[in-house]
């Protein structure tokens, strides 16, 4: 359906937890390095619990391999440095949503130049950020209903 591609992840547990969310919604997921915890983590195997066989993981040693291997990919890049709401898109099976790091997000070069693709989740201004694994949560059960939940029970 979707694609959820999680740049430089920290936390094993987040990650654990956004690999369940894929497996419940068909998404994919790609993880771009280099990652903060191995993936034989056990935090992250057990935020994952017994749905890792339902996952479809994609590994890349740097953004330059993920876009390499995706050329003609729409990308949205969800940063709390956005202009836009995520909600004010259609989005389209096989969109990529990249998310950053828990502590760093996205690199500001890659956010300027992509300025027009970077959406963000609407806080209260003195909030400064969600929990990464909640943020991809509320992207993606938003664009999952504008396809009114096809191919989910």
Known sequence: M???????????QNTGN????????????????????????????????DYWDLVDIHIYDDFEDFTAKQPNARYYYITTKGKR??????????????????????PEE??????????????????RCL???NSVAIVVYDALSKQ???GLS
Do not use: W
């Open 2 to 12: 979707f694609n959820i591609a999680l740049f430089e992840p920290e936390i094993p």
């Open 18 to 49: 956004i690999a369940r969310l894929c497996a419940a919604t068909g998404c994919h997921l790609h993880l771009i390095g280099p990652l903060g915890f191995s993936l034989q983590n056990k935090h992250l195997k057990r935020a994952g619990l």
């Open 85 to 106: 709401n995520y909600n004010e898109f259609d989005f389209q099976p096989g969109d990529f949503f990249v998310f950053g790091s828990e502590t760093q997000g996205l």
């Open 110 to 127: 890659l956010l300027t130049a992509n300025r027009d693709s970077c959406l963000c989740i609407p806080m209260v201004p003195s909030a």
């Open 131 to 133: 929990n990464l694994s």
């Open 148 to 150: 009114l939940f096809i």
